[in-house]
């Protein structure tokens, strides 16, 4: 056998990536636009859906994150077959203040939103390094409108809270460019307050439509998953790597066999896939993660770990690369409402800070808005 599967995802229909970003708008050697930059990862990888999760907010690496993300995430949906999208929210500055933001209150946004056709919303707040800048808890009154609101109709909310322990301990340089190193507790809340805030908010709210992603960096403490499942029925988690996640499965695996088989419908296909696409490291990670829940062969895997895997039934693969997300957002996208997209644009286009790509985006609204 070659290096990669033949055909990606041999035993599952309509595979779908639900976590990919937008992290650029074009590419700095040929000056290749976003609007269709993800297809040919898409066409390569045998996808047919994919799922973009918006950043609008946050450090500026590798590029500004401001409503723009939204913007271009809104238009990739409408260029684009088969694509999904979750809108993130906004704050003019940090940290996040209710009084600066009269008339874009996170409810507020939240309807706006969702009038423009995102499937559902990502929620970054409550990793780290944003939770220091946002400074609002996630269980507080800030949030607390939206999430009853996102709770009530059943939105669909992608969730990164937490990450790896280790960012609490390491000096490890590529982190620390990143700023994704908490160590600091003067700026930095502990992991354990993110994992009580996120507990809080699902015991106000037990039948959010909640995705953790990166399966809440449970991976040596699955139990915590396990008892969170029981509890929360319309909660779920994505796997979408860190490829520390893997290891862990494969240091016990006849467990996360067991737990993958039982929690079949909580499960959820992501890749963390960007543009500008990295296309021979998607084709990797695909195929990996295909592997390494469809057989047991032994391969060399994530951080270059020879991982056996965890040779799931074909109707748990079924569902964790397609049919649960299928089953949560619908089977088709939302409509795009240009009206309300146009108006979104122009209530906030004082805050894209390139002004190139606000003049990129003009001639978009020219080209999809009509
Ligand atoms: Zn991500």
């Given at each position: 056998?070659?290096?990669y599967l033949?055909?990606p995802f041999?035993?599952v229909?309509?595979?779908f990536?639900?976590?990919?970003?937008?992290?650029r708008?074009?590419?700095?050697?040929?000056?290749?636009?976003?609007?269709?930059?993800?297809?040919e990862?898409?066409?390569?990888?045998?996808l047919?859906y994919?799922?973009l999760?918006?950043l609008?907010s946050?450090?500026?690496?590798p590029?500004?994150?401001d409503v723009?993300n939204?913007?271009?995430?809104?238009f990739?949906?409408?260029?684009n077959?088969n694509?999904?999208?979750y809108?993130?929210?906004i704050?003019?500055s940090?940290?996040?203040?209710e009084?600066e933001?009269?008339?874009?209150s996170?409810?507020?946004?939240l309807d706006?939103?969702?009038?423009i056709?995102?499937d559902?919303i990502?929620?970054?707040e409550?990793k780290?390094?944003?939770?220091?800048?946002v400074?609002?808890?996630?269980?507080?009154?800030f949030?607390?409108?939206?999430l009853?609101?996102?709770?009530?109709?059943g939105t669909y909310l992608l969730m990164?809270?937490v990450?790896?322990?280790?960012?609490?301990?390491?000096?490890?340089?590529?982190?620390v460019k990143?700023?994704?190193?908490?160590?600091?507790s003067t700026k930095?809340?502990?992991s354990?307050?993110i994992?009580?805030?996120?507990?809080n908010?699902?015991?106000k709210h037990p039948?959010l439509?909640?995705?953790l992603a990166h399966f809440f960096?449970c991976?040596e403490?699955?139990?915590k998953l396990?008892?969170m499942f029981?509890k929360y029925e319309n909660l779920?988690?994505?796997i979408?790597?860190?490829?520390?996640m893997?290891?862990s499965f494969?240091?016990r695996?006849?467990y996360?066999?067991a737990?993958?088989?039982?929690?079949?419908d909580?499960i959820?296909?992501?890749?963390?896939?960007d543009?500008?696409?990295?296309?021979?490291?998607g084709?990797?990670?695909c195929?990996?993660v295909?592997?390494?829940?469809?057989?047991s062969?032994?391969?060399?895997?994530?951080?270059d770990?020879?991982l056996?895997g965890l040779?799931l039934?074909g109707?748990?693969?079924?569902?964790?690369f397609?049919d649960?997300?299928l089953?949560k957002?619908g089977t088709r996208?939302?409509e795009t409402n240009?009206?309300?997209?146009?108006?979104y644009i122009?209530k906030?286009?004082h805050l894209?800070?390139?002004k190139?790509?606000?003049?990129?985006?003009?001639?978009?609204s020219?080209?999809?808005?009509k």
């Amino acid at each position: 056998m070659g290096k990669y599967l033949d055909v990606p995802f041999p035993k599952v229909k309509n595979v779908f990536d639900g976590h990919i970003h937008m992290h650029r708008w074009r590419l700095e050697q040929t000056g290749e636009k976003f609007i269709h930059g993800l297809e040919e990862y898409r066409r390569a990888c045998g996808l047919k859906y994919i799922a973009l999760a918006s950043l609008p907010s946050g450090n500026p690496i590798p590029a500004p994150r401001d409503v723009s993300n939204n913007i271009m995430c809104a238009f990739y949906k409408l260029a684009n077959e088969n694509t999904f999208a979750y809108g993130g929210f906004i704050y003019p500055s940090y940290p996040a203040c209710e009084s600066e933001m009269e008339g874009m209150s996170i409810e507020e946004q939240l309807d706006e939103l969702i009038e423009i056709g995102f499937d559902g919303i990502k929620m970054l707040e409550g990793k780290p390094n944003l939770y220091a800048k946002v400074k609002k808890p996630l269980d507080g009154d800030f949030f607390e409108g939206a999430l009853a609101k996102m709770e009530r109709e059943g939105t669909y909310l992608l969730m990164h809270a937490v990450d790896p322990e280790l960012f609490w301990t390491t000096t490890d340089e590529e982190l620390v460019k990143k700023g994704w190193t908490y160590g600091d507790s003067t700026k930095y809340p502990s992991s354990e307050e993110i994992y009580e805030q996120v507990e809080n908010l699902l015991e106000k709210h037990p039948k959010l439509n909640l995705c953790l992603a990166h399966f809440f960096f449970c991976s040596e403490k699955p139990e915590k998953l396990e008892r969170m499942f029981e509890k929360y029925e319309n909660l779920s988690i994505d796997i979408t790597p860190g490829g520390e996640m893997y290891i862990s499965f494969a240091k016990r695996r006849e467990y996360f066999k067991a737990f993958f088989e039982k929690y079949q419908d909580r499960i959820i296909f992501g890749t963390d896939m960007d543009f500008t696409p990295h296309l021979e490291s998607g084709i990797w990670l695909c195929d990996r993660v295909y592997r390494f829940l469809a057989t047991s062969e032994e391969l060399s895997s994530f951080d270059d770990h020879m991982l056996a895997g965890l040779s799931l039934s074909g109707e748990a693969l079924q569902k964790i690369f397609s049919d649960n997300l299928l089953g949560k957002l619908g089977t088709r996208p939302k409509e795009t409402n240009k009206v309300a997209l146009k108006r979104y644009i122009e209530k906030y286009k004082h805050l894209i800070t390139d002004k190139e790509l606000s003049r990129y985006i003009d001639t978009l609204s020219e080209e999809y808005l009509k």
